[in-house]
């Protein structure tokens, strides 16, 4: 009896501590989501239907994981899903010039990371408010790859591109499987690393973080670089999953992107935060939008609910100190 | 001949921001196994002369001589690496990291090769852990946060982290401005045992009384220079308070 009431007064705890809310708020927020689309439409648990939310889930997840490293060290990165789209666009272009598959892959994670690389330079040499230098950055992707494209899609024909797309071990996409691998290494690099350590340490407190000799600079310079390069991976996948490069604006990825991270319990004024939770929140939005879907909800609903959601994501870890 | 040896010596040091001369000819120096104090009034210099010595500032002019070398720190690390440690006035905690994190914060041991460097968080820990008992600091636990520790214990962990690492000289930045009676009592106990350690400590502060009683040399700062030396015994708080304001001349 009283073993009982000890764990029942240990849950209670646990619930009540803010920063349950905060760490947990995106698994909690997909549980019930996940709960509550199956009573209502016993098809939203179907292996295809959770087939299809992976896969479609795989490119914000990549997304995600670059926001959540530049929100660490306090930044944002408004460019991604620009980025995405430019990137998308060299491979298209890389393709059609007959580059080959994996020569044009490497060209979208290389103009991913230049323009990740430049970014990060700006905001931490140039001194330029991040906001400003990826407003800047949004703009000048989405121009370029408009310019380059002639704003015309690039209809990208490959065997191995449609295999990887359509193809799953299970219910699993293997473009899931590669979202999941590049989340697990960046949990690793964040917190099993000296570098992981030095990114925390920059978002925490860019004063102590200097005093102890970390370079913020390069750090700094660092996380706009991942951010970029996913970008330009999540561009390989964006192409393969619609069979063409579009020079398409992708806005709703880059709100996404900010809404999953804050959703994972990341903290906009950074140093502090996780991966999981992230990967969670981007899992919990491609849920929402997909049983929203499923019940037949039209699609102009969808953004009001995502708003909804982050609102009252943020109003349960404003707690948080 | 000097009782004990010179750890540092200034020497004619200057240094301006812009049209503003923060130091100028400034000479100074500690003395290895002692708490030497620098006092002043606010704008007096004494936080850009350990800036200077801490590797954050670079002198336009002078040389710092440290362990019998000339030494020419251009960022605070290399300060360090030589010896150095800062407790800076706003302590330079991250407080979303863990006592043992900071601790050992760009000073992370760790293996790997190249740039890839993975942690060796347990030795960390364990090594935190000797750290803080040596110097008896009431730190509830190395895995806590630093945003859950109170004043005082936030700057028993930078003292910490400053006395560990072997250092030869600790530099304290008002070290007990922002705390109450008690807690100040007990982070001048944990100068005093650095001092016994073996650390020879530079401590900046406004509070006379605790000047007179934890230092052994006292140098007075006034308007980027320095005016006057004394060995704490041979002064009193009245001699230090009128060459201060300028009432006795050096």
Known sequence: MTATESVGERVRVTLTRPTFWVEWASVVGLVLLVVLFTALDSTFLSAGNIRGMLLASAILTILVVGQAFVILTA????????????????????????????????????????????????????????????????SAASGTALILSDGKPITVISAPLFELSAGSVGVVPYTFMIALLIAVLAHVVLFK????????????????????????????????????????????LLVARVGS????????????????????GVSLFGGKGSIKGPIFGALLLTALSNGLTLLGVSQFYQPLAVGVVVVGAAFLTRFDK | MSESMDLLEIRNLSLSFGSVRALSDVSLHVKAGEITAIVGDNGAGKSTIVRCV?????????????????????????????????????????????????????????????????LQKKE???????????????????????????????????????????SKLVIMDEPTAALGVQETRRVEELIERLRSEGHAVLLISHNFDQVMRLSDQVWVMRAGKCVAGRRARDTTAQEIVGLITGAIAA
């Open chain 1, 75 to 138: 930044g944002i990165d408004l460019s991604v899903a620009s980025v995405m789209t430019f990137a998308a666009v060299m491979f298209g272009l890389a393709m059609t010039h007959g580059y080959g598959i994996l020569l044009s892959c490497l060209v979208a994670f290389c103009a991913g990371a230049a323009v990740g690389l430049l970014n990060g330079v700006l905001v931490a040499k140039g001194r330029i408010t991040d906001f400003i230098v990826t407003l800047g950055a949004l």
């Open chain 2, 124 to 166: 960390m820990r364990k090594r935190a852990r000797d750290m803080v008992a040596k110097l008896a600091v009431n730190v509830p636990s190395v895995t806590s946060t630093v945003r859950r520790l109170s004043g005082g214990q936030r700057q028993a962990v930078a003292i910490c982290r400053a006395a560990g690492f072997s």
């Open chain 2, 54 to 118: 801490a590797g954050v500032h670079r002198p336009d002019e002078g040389d710092i001589v440290f362990d019998g070398q000339v030494v020419n720190f251009v960022r605070p690390d290399q300060a360090r690496v030589a010896g150095i440690e800062t407790v800076h006035q706003n302590l330079a905690l991250v407080e979303d990291l863990t006592v043992w994190q900071n601790l050992f914060l760009n000073r992370e041991i760790s293996h790997g090769v190249g740039p890839v460097r993975f």
């Open chain 1, 193 to 236: 690393t000296k570098f992981g350590t030095h990114v925390l340490a920059t978002g925490g407190s860019v004063e102590a973080a200097q005093a102890t000799g970390i370079r913020t600079t390069r750090i700094k310079i660092a996380v706009y670089a991942i951010s970029g390069s996913l970008a330009g991976i999540a561009a390989i």
């Open chain 1, 245 to 264: 490069a579009e020079p398409a604006a992708n806005m709703t990825f880059l709100l996404n992107s900010v809404a999953a991270v804050v959703l994972g």
